[in-house]
């Protein structure tokens, strides 16, 4: 006898699949630990070995809390009003569906805060592919649809409207500044709660070992200070604040 799945249940079985093909874990143990380690350490140790910025501005938030890492693919998308509709924003589909799995798509769009620049379909298609996160220096929208989907966004905020006939594609796994960082296709995008870094490639190595520092001297430092009551001794003993 065949055994029948009701076509109701069959949909969420082949994207569980799917997404089970496509999300496999990232083979370069850099990025696991960068998964590990916390943001604020991350730009404490760009900070410190280089004197450089890592961390996106303020406004860069979750839109559900969470925590990612992985290779950036980044899309610009340039303001301009036409009537060409969706076609002249193709490049930045055919970026997701070019994306591998594990990748974190990095979007700009020019003056984007009140512009969604990706919704629920965008959203949908970047999880069933495996996509770690995406980072949107502009707006998003479908916010219900991206919750049930628990695939994790940052944007500058939620607006409802879209982006088809106000801007048009300009360019994907290209050079982009997003919430005042430069983002290069590759570099290693880091997020939980506190925000948003970016890590070159070539320093990952040595900006992973100096998190790692970084969080273990503060994950002892919390015991110490709830011990002896005092954050000005803890300082003294373990020479960070």
Known sequence: ????????????????????????????????????????????????????????????????????????????????????????????????????????????????????GIGGLMATAMKIRGLAGAVVDAGIRDTPQIKRLQFPVFSRGVVPSTSINHYRFAGSNVPVTCAGVRVNPGDIIAADEDGVAVVPRARAAEVLKKAQELDDTEHRMLPFIEKFRSIKEAVAKFGRI
């Open 1 to 116: 006898m065949k055994l029948r799945i009701p076509l109701a249940g069959a949909v969420p079985l082949v994207l569980i699949a799917a997404g089970w093909l496509f999300a496999q874990p990232s083979p370069d143990p850099r990025i696991e630990g960068f998964r590990l380690v916390e943001v604020a350490s991350v730009a404490d140790a760009m900070e410190q070995l280089y004197g450089q910025r890592a961390h996106m501005g303020h406004a860069m938030r979750p839109l559900v809390t969470t925590k990612f890492a992985g290779p950036a693919v980044t899309v610009s998308l340039k303001k301009e009003e036409h009537k060409d509709g969706a076609p002249a924003s193709q490049g930045m589909l055919d970026a997701i569906d070019a994306a591998p799995a594990g990748s974190v798509y990095v979007m700009v769009l020019e003056d984007g805060a009140d512009f969604a």
